[in-house]
Structures are given as structure tokens and as C-alpha cells.
């Protein structure tokens, strides 16, 4: 397996651990359960029926060369994920909460 694909599998690990309880990375509780809706890839509103699920969406990956003293060559490789988090609740004002939940669930585990 290549090191892209294990960056994107232990992000996607990660997140599933967002269970509604205390997280294993310790002093913080999380706001959601996403019933380990987490999936690599893109899937439109209109083909998700589970709430809330979260989208995990590899970019392209960027290199940098950067040679260095004595001809050392340092390599910076730059891998941008894409989340994206589908959300309902029959009223708006919930779904701004919900939002704000698993945003700080997400910064947590990242």
C-alpha cells in the first residue's frame, strides 16, 4: 500500500472514532456519533441517506525538490484532503449546532 493511501486509511480510522463518547486521545468528549459513516471518496447529497457521514477526498499530491549542501536532496511532498460532512436535521438552527459539533469533534482528531 502506498503512503497516500495510508495517510487517507488513518485519517479515515481516526474519524470513525468519533462515537458520541469519551475520546481515546483523552480529556475531551465528542459532540457526535457518525455510526462509522466515514468513507474515502465523493458521493453526492442525492445518493447519501445516512447522517451524519463524513467524505474523505485525496487530492492531488504535490512535490517539492529542494537540493541541498553537498547535494543532498530534501523532498517535500504536500497530500490536501478534502472532508466533507453531510449533515440533517429537520430544523436550521440544529443543523448549525450539528456543524459546529463536528467541526470541533474533526479539529480533535486531527
Known amino acids: 500500500m ?3 493511501r495510508d495517510i487517507v486509511k488513518t485519517l479515515i480510522d481516526n474519524l470513525m472514532l468519533i462515537d458520541g463518547t469519551a475520546s ?4 475531551y468528549v ?10 474515502r471518496g465523493f458521493k453526492p447529497l442525492e445518493e447519501i441517506n ?5 467524505y474523505v477526498v485525496p487530492g492531488a499530491e504535490t512535490r517539492d525538490y529542494n537540493s ?3 547535494g543532498n536532496i530534501k523532498i517535500n511532498s504536500l497530500l490536501p484532503v478534502m472532508l466533507r460532512c453531510y449533515i440533517y436535521d ?3 438552527e440544529l443543523v448549525n449546532e450539528h456543524i459546529n459539533n463536528i467541526t470541533q469533534d474533526i479539529e480533535h482528531i486531527i
Open 50 to 54: 445516512d447522517f451524519p457521514s463524513i
Open 30 to 39: 465528542f459532540k457526535t456519533s457518525v455510526h462509522e459513516n466515514v468513507y
Open 68 to 70: 541541498g549542501v553537498l
Open 24 to 27: 481515546p486521545f483523552g480529556g
Open 2 to 4: 502506498s503512503q497516500r
Open 90 to 92: 429537520e430544523e436550521d
